[in-house]
C-alpha cells in the first residue's frame, strides 16, 4: 500500500482509518488505553434527581420483582381465604358444621315447594337418610330437580339452612358415572 501524506489510504467502511467523511460510525473506542479511567457511566434525569443508569435499573428490577411477590400473596390469600369446605346434612345436623358453610347433598324427591322467589326443599348426605329442610331465594339454575345432586351457601337459623340469594348450584349427572359390567374372569393355564 502506497502512504499519502500522514493517512492510510484503505477503501472505507472495512475497519480501516481513512478520512473523516468516509467513517461508517462516530469515532470511538470500546475500552479505554491502559492506565485511563473509564468515563463516568451515563446519568439520567428522574423524580430522584441525577441518577446511575445501572442503579436505576436495578432499582426497576427491584420495584418489579416486590410488585410480582405481592401480586402472588395476593393471589394466594383470595384463593386458600374464601375457600370453604363442603359439608353433609348429617355434619349440621350434628352441630359439627358452624357459621356460613357450604352444603352439598341430593334433593329430596317430593319436597321441592316454590312460593313466588321463594324455593324450599329438603337436601339429604349422599349416601345416607338424614335430610335438612333448605330455603333458598335468588335464581334457579335449570338442571335443578329433586334427586340431583346440588350445592349451596348459608347458615342454620332456626332448625332450618337458609341459603344466601342465588348460592345454588346443580351438580349435572355425569354420563361415564354408569356403572360398569365386572370384567370376564381370566382362566388361567
Do not use: N, W
Amino acid at each position: 500500500m502506497a502512504e499519502t501524506g500522514a493517512r492510510l489510504l484503505k477503501r472505507p467502511g472495512r475497519g480501516s482509518y481513512s478520512s473523516q467523511r468516509h467513517r461508517p460510525h462516530p469515532p470511538g473506542r470500546l475500552y479505554p488505553p491502559a492506565g485511563e479511567r473509564p468515563p463516568p457511566p451515563p446519568v439520567a434525569v428522574t423524580m430522584l434527581g441525577a441518577m446511575d443508569v445501572r442503579r436505576r435499573r436495578s432499582l426497576r428490577l427491584v420495584v418489579a420483582l416486590t410488585c410480582a411477590v405481592l401480586l402472588a400473596g395476593a393471589l394466594l390469600y383470595t384463593s386458600f381465604g374464601s375457600a370453604t369446605e363442603a359439608t353433609s346434612p348429617s355434619d349440621v345436623l350434628d352441630g359439627r358444621a358452624r357459621g356460613d358453610v357450604q352444603l352439598t347433598g341430593v334433593v329430596v324427591r317430593d319436597s321441592v315447594e316454590r312460593r313466588g322467589d321463594t324455593l324450599r326443599f329438603r337436601i339429604r348426605d349422599r349416601g345416607g337418610r338424614r335430610s335438612l329442610a333448605v330455603v333458598y331465594r335468588g335464581l334457579v339454575p335449570d338442571p335443578f330437580r329433586e334427586g340431583r345432586e346440588v350445592i349451596v351457601s348459608g347458615r342454620m337459623r332456626g332448625g332450618v339452612f337458609v341459603a344466601e340469594r342465588d348460592s345454588l348450584i346443580t351438580k349435572c349427572p355425569s354420563k361415564y358415572t354408569k356403572e360398569r359390567k365386572p370384567a370376564p374372569a381370566r382362566e388361567s393355564s
